[in-house]
């Protein structure tokens, strides 16, 4: 049995939990302190012990993308925080934001100064407003605590820190997408490489770095990178925030070491809603492949999630139970990256505009014979043919759920999937056309 | 029975010829000097700059696509070519309160397409409409990073959680009639469409300290800790413990609890509402 280990949640139930007082209470800009007294060498070279791997859906380690920025030239280096946060079923971010966003400040500080940056970015979605008000406010309350701004605790070091608010676009998430809006531009990916260690905001080097992998940077440099390599599995150290919805009797966020299985998790969430099974699921957002109950015990850390056939992504817990029909679940997400692709590459645009007319004709009960192989047939060549990772995402869902479900998808040639199953069987609340079951 | 129409249909821009006056240009003038000083290169501050259009004009106008053009020194079509791809920026007036109803996979299975149905009935409007007052304008939204409170509603992007038909109807209701209206996870009251706007253009309206510091839902593993009494390694309180007192805090979430304190909001979105009509 895991046991959870709330750190970036420790404090969340504390009144008024995101004041920079609540932070000095739970160790806060300690680790600023520390930090400021040691050589951006080793400050870098400590986030590569601890194992820390993004937590942004990509994993890659963060130690490393800090050491890939070239050596100083005397121009402007960047550290912009992607606080997009919009990949379905993924909700880490907003609620550490809202709860706790001096752990990012702090996050925001000390990675600044190990890379050398003087003016750092938070990008947020803009679809909400009460988070973007609490980081605007830590922002304040950090610049007249000294813990930003000029001289910083009295080293010489200068931050600025800028909150910026997008205007609602997925692809925005994608790191270079999420450059070419910040420089007021429509949210489009750019071509790698070069990467945004080279050229990125500005084209000068920048480091991208999710939320909760900025947050985690405090906690590790106090306790030291042993402390964060006793949690979790040997390539996939530490904890982070798993994120229950759906069909569970108690979603929400639960923070444990990397390894921990659903299993465990749906056990600490009070089990499936009452008297129901898992049918699905998805370990890391919609764009990570769907499990179902056979994957109930695969280790959520990187490699296990990866040799199950998925992807750990962002520990988007997506729990459905056995009264939904895996075709409308897909074709939903469908839409969503058909309406969300940005439009710069054709496997993209058009395979995903073509994947949702067959995902609509299934979820009608007036699919053709052909219908399944040519969904596949679509999402090869969007698979690894795409400017971005978005397209390859849109395909997950699709393979994976005819990989499982095959039998839904020829359901879906004579009969629509309401009729299959009743959507009211699937609400959490009770609808005029139910009888209580 | 379910609606396929594409999310957000493709209007275009509408111009309008009517000048600002004096006192707004001054204004707008004034707001903008200060978001282009964040940022190293004045480009940046396109993105904010729409929000502040938005704010005085309610959609992003011809003139105000002009006036960003103008500051930035861009042309009005690298400006409208940006206010066109981002979901947020207007292209006709919005009403006074956007309210979306997440449609994602998860929210709309949990509930978000019956609401959707309902509340699209109620108010006999569709995606991206108005109603004839100017009071809502209702959207489909996509996943708002709140799926564990689902299903979810937005008003001028507050969060309202674990939703239903009837307390949708009863928010568009409210709204609608002008009675005040709390967020479960935000401030006090939900803000104007245009006020909403000024604030994500970087203007602080000072309403960060009101709400909760978080929901129900995102407790649910903290509590879960204190209760078998589970600790981080070396955590200050992993020996003796100086537990943040569960009972402290679930005596500040009564106090926030949206809809405890007002009665005309009873039963926003909050999870007691939800609860009394599960059905599991
Ligand atoms: C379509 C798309 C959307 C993404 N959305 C996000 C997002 O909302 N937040 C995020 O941190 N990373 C997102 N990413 C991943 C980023 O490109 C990038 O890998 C990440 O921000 C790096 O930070 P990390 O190394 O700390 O994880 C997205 C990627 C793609 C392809
Ligand atoms: S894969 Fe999709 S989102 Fe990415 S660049 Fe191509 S069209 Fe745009
Ligand atoms: S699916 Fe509705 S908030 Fe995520």
Known sequence: MTDLTPILTKFWDAAQSWTLQTYLDNEGYQALDKALGMSQEDLVAMAKDSGLRGRGGAGFPTGMKWGFLPKPDGGPRYLVVNADESEPGTCKDIPLMMAAPHFLIEGVAITSYAIGCNH???????????????????VEEAYAAGHLGKNIHGTGFDLDVTVHAGAGAYICGEETALLDSLEGRRGQPRLKPPFPAVAGLYARPTVVNNVESIASVPPILLHGADWFKGMGTEKSSGFGIFSLSGHVTRPGQYEAPLGITLRELIDMAGGMRNGHQLKFWTPGGSSTPIFTAEHLDVPLDFESVAAAGSMLGTRALQIFDETVSVVRAVSRWIDFYAHESCGKCTPCREGTFWLKQ??????????????????????????????????????????????YFREEFETGMHTPWWVAFPPERSVLFDTKETVSV | MVDHSPLHELTPLQASDQPYTAEQLAQLNADSDAIIARYPQKRSALLPMLHLIQSVDGYVTGRGVTFCAEKLELTDAEVSGVATFYTQYKRHPNGE???????????????????????????????????????????????????????????????????????TNRLVDDLREGAEVRPSRGPNRVCTFKQMSRTLAGFPDGLADQGPGAGPASLEGLKLAHERGWV?????????????????????????????????????????AAKGEQND
């Not at chain 1, 909400?128 to 609490?134: A, D």
């Not at chain 2, 109603?131 to 939204?141: A, F, H, M, N, Y």
């Not at chain 2, 979810?152 to 009837?166: K, Y």
Request: proline content about 4%; overall charge negative; charged content about 20%.
């Open chain 1, 120 to 138: 750092a970015f938070i990008y947020v979605r803009g679809e909400v407003v009460h988070v973007y008000r609490r980081l605007q406010k830590a």
């Open chain 1, 358 to 403: 067959i995902m609509t004709r299934l979820e009608h009960g007036q699919g053709t014979q052909g219908d399944i192989d040519t969904l596949l047939d679509v999402c090869d060549n969007i698979l690894g043919r795409s400017f971005c990772a978005l397209g390859d995402g849109a395909t997950s869902p699709v393979t994976s759920a005819v990989q």
């Open chain 2, 97 to 167: 309160y956007t309210v979306g109803v997440c449609t994602n996979t998860l929210c709309a299975i949990m509930g978000g397409d019956a609401i959707w149905e309902s509340v699209s009935e109620h108010l006999g409007i569709g995606h991206d409409e108005t109603t004839p007052d100017g009071k809502v304008t209702l959207e489909r939204i996509e996943c708002n990073a709140a799926c564990d409170y689902a299903p979810v509603v937005m008003a001028n992007w507050e969060f309202f959680d674990n939703m239903t038909p009837e307390s």
């Open chain 2, 232 to 272: 981080a390694p070396g955590s200050a309180n992993e020996v003796g413990g100086e537990h943040q007192a569960t009972e402290q805090a679930s005596g500040i979430q009564q106090e926030n609890l949206p809809g405890t304190t007002q009665s005309s909001t009873e039963g926003h979105g909050t999870p007691e």
